[in-house]
């Protein structure tokens, strides 16, 4: 993200984004130094370079994503801390410490302002409370009806300590599946603000950013976390499917100890959908070796983000590779992932 040297207040209160914000003349300028540079500053942007160099050693991690949730400003979030979050938890899904952050908007024309401010401060301060610095970026204009408004692009990376490997072509039998806490809250929290689904309900997303959860599993756990993933578009169910393929195995999950919160319940009931496949943004699924089962549930636990954790089932023998779980009426049912998706734009 390149700034001008000449600057000038933007109308953030009554303004709107239009196509000279996206132009690469003065008017992207203001935009970039009075409004991003104001919401991310560090020392890497404030040089106003198109790209930023930055120091790291060791074994490095690299993810890149995009957001196109809908709406835009959800119950516990936004689109910017949205984005912030996910390229975190993407990274520190490979048990790494993520570092730096790219981001690129694509912005339609008309896009007011004071929304656009509100989501950049947001994702500055998530990242500031993740310790985690977004040092480079772009942005574009397009023309009206052409972005619904806004997307937003990350790039994140990260160092990854020796010695730690996780894979799903780890797995083994006997390995336990932990779950970090309750499933479905940010979906069901999305659900919850679409004009044709509207309904009431006291469920915030789950947004958060887990490496620091990841890193006192790590301390407790080490080798023996075979795999981990957050669950997103897809939840539990489209995971958990994709690691039996991968590692060859099945899983047998027990239903009466997966963590669902009642309100979560309802939603789902009343739109007719499965909590297992609701999409997360602030819970992970781990898959760690039994005998350090009980130390890793321990001490996510202990951590704020993990403390109604729950040891959900096992990896078993399984040539179809099905994900299968015993129901709290005592039948069993095979969790299979969708052939579509539930409810697009989650994310």
């Not at 790219?102 to 409370?129: H, N, P, Q, T, V």
């Not at 756990?221 to 995971?239: E, K």
């Amino acid at each position: 993200m390149r700034a001008n040297a000449h600057q000038r207040k933007l109308d953030i209160k009554n303004g709107c984004v239009d196509l000279s914000h996206g132009s690469g003349g003065r008017a992207m300028a203001h935009l970039i130094s009075g409004l991003f540079h104001e919401a991310f500053g560090n020392q890497w942007l404030a040089r106003g370079n198109d790209q930023a160099a930055f120091e790291a050693v060791g074994r490095m991690v690299m993810t890149t994503d995009g957001y196109v949730v809908s709406p835009l400003f959800f119950p516990g979030g936004n689109i910017g801390s949205l984005a912030v979050h996910g390229t975190i938890n993407d990274v520190a899904m490979a048990g790494a410490r993520p570092l730096y952050l790219s981001a690129g908007f694509i912005i339609e024309e008309g896009f007011r302002l004071m929304d656009l401010k509100m989501i950049a401060d947001s994702m500055g301060e998530a990242a500031r409370e993740a310790g985690v610095y977004i040092i480079t970026g772009d942005t574009k204009v397009v023309e009206r009806g052409k972005a619904d408004g806004l997307f937003i692009s990350t790039t994140g990376v990260g160092v990854l300590a020796d010695g730690l490997d996780l894979s799903a072509e780890k797995v083994r039998v006997g390995d336990r599946v932990l779950v970090s806490g309750s499933l479905g809250d940010h979906g069901v929290a999305i659900m919850s603000r679409r004009q044709n689904l509207a309904f009431e309900t006291e469920i915030v997303s789950d947004s958060a950013a887990l490496h620091d959860l990841v890193a006192v599993m790590v301390g407790a756990g080490g080798s023996g976390i075979r795999v981990m993933r957050d669950p997103t578009r897809g939840g539990l169910a489209a995971m958990l499917n994709e690691i039996a393929h991968q590692s060859g195995l099945g899983f047998h999950l027990q239903e009466d100890a997966i963590p669902v919160k009642p309100a979560v319940v309802a939603a789902c009931e009343l739109l007719g959908l499965d909590p297992l496949h609701i999409a997360n943004e602030g819970k992970l699924v781990a898959i760690v070796a039994s005998d350090m089962a009980g130390a890793v549930l321990a001490a996510m636990k202990a951590h704020p983000l993990g403390s109604d954790a729950a040891d959900i089932g096992e990896a078993v023998t399984d040539d179809h590779r099905f994900v299968q779980m015993s129901t709290s009426v005592g039948g069993r049912r095979v969790v299979d992932w969708l052939s579509g998706e539930q409810l697009p734009r989650i994310c």
